[in-house]
């Protein structure tokens, strides 16, 4: 008996006090605002459920991803073939609901994956303490079971949408992210990137109207576009850690800030936001009045990269890297006027 309570204090006093915490902090909250609504309210409660999971990823996530999609099917001539005739922005405009909810419920799945397990709970105690699971508003083992009804749910729209393909690789890569911890290790940007690729051609053939039971594909050309927003992504996303590095250190997470160094990741950051804006502006080969907007947008995220370094000037660099890159989305339609 003794010897087995040595034991329990040796092991209590390798714990770590975070570590702790979070564990008492998931044994105490049973219940939680969703759990405690009867049948008919958690049906209710479902669009707040879906908001509040998704939040923080809207607008720098759900709509550039959307954006992608929509702007470039107005270049349909240069990123697609095998239609008949261009698209409408009549046309265009009532596809966009679709994509906007391709992009928001992967999104949500995502999120879901992300923040239930005790390691992401850990880290948003200290860097986002606001989300639903640290507030109470639904406990992980809900998160859980939502996930078991949800992903059926989605491969069946993915594939109503002819954009299965994309989706299921979608699936597999937040699988490879939340559940076998990709997240904490270096290759973290690369599956972003490829999953921005799965998005971006997958909202772009939305909005297009093609997909797997269409004619309609993209192009070389847009093929060779989608690959460079990818890159882009590559190169730059970790501007996105730069304000979490206290939580990914707590964590052990191995993000490129952290890696290489904050200095150093800042320079590259800066360094390919400027790459990345000459050639795609040099891709698409615009006349001198399209090189303002993307220009002046990635001169602004590069400047703040390099000189606002607290995390709440990190979190509006990051909010002007996703603008920079919705501004890069439009060069397919300014090389058009």
């Not at 049948?39 to 908001?51: N, Q, S, V």
């Not at 720098?60 to 409408?88: C, D, H, M, R």
């Not at 405009?93 to 949500?108: H, Q």
């Amino acid at each position: 008996m003794a010897g087995t309570c040595a034991g329990s204090v040796e092991r209590d006093s390798q714990t770590p006090l975070l570590e702790k915490s979070t564990q008492a902090y998931m044994e105490e909250t049973e219940t939680s605002e969703f759990g405690s609504k009867s049948r008919i309210g958690k049906i209710a409660y479902i669009p707040k459920l879906i908001w509040i999971f998704t939040e923080s990823n809207f607008d720098t996530f759900v709509i550039p991803n959307t954006a992608f999609g929509v702007l470039g099917a107005f270049a349909a001539s240069i990123l697609v073939e095998g239609y008949q005739k261009p698209p409408t922005a009549l046309e265009i405009l009532w596809r966009f609901p679709l994509a906007l909810a391709f992009n928001w419920y992967s999104v949500f799945i995502f999120d879901l994956a992300n923040q239930r397990s005790p390691e992401s709970i850990q880290e948003d105690l200290i860097n986002k303490p606001w989300r639903p699971i640290p507030t109470g508003k639904v406990t992980a083992t809900e998160a859980r079971r939502i996930l078991l009804v949800a992903i059926p749910l989605v491969l069946l729209f993915n594939y109503m949408l002819g954009v299965w393909r994309q989706g299921f690789i979608i699936l597999i890569l937040t699988w490879m992210y939340n559940d076998i911890r990709g997240s904490d290790e270096v290759v973290r940007d690369l599956i972003i990137s490829v999953a921005y690729g799965m998005f971006n051609s997958a909202s772009l053939e939305i909005a297009v109207g093609g997909g797997e039971y269409t004619n309609i594909n993209i192009s070389r050309g847009g093929l060779i576009w989608t690959a460079m927003i990818s890159a882009v992504i590559l190169t730059t996303m970790q501007v996105q850690d730069l304000k979490d590095q206290a939580g990914d250190r707590t964590r052990g997470r191995q993000t490129i800030a952290l890696w290489i160094g904050d200095r150093f990741s800042r320079i590259t950051i800066a360094f390919f936001v400027c790459f990345w804006s000459a050639a795609c502006l040099l891709f698409w080969d615009l006349r001198p009045y399209g090189y303002i907007i993307p220009a002046a947008t990635g001169a602004v995220t590069a400047y703040r990269v390099l000189s606002k370094k607290t995390p709440k000037e990190d979190a509006t660099t990051w909010r002007w890297w996703c603008l920079w890159t919705i501004t890069l989305y439009l060069l397919p339609i300014l090389s058009l006027i």
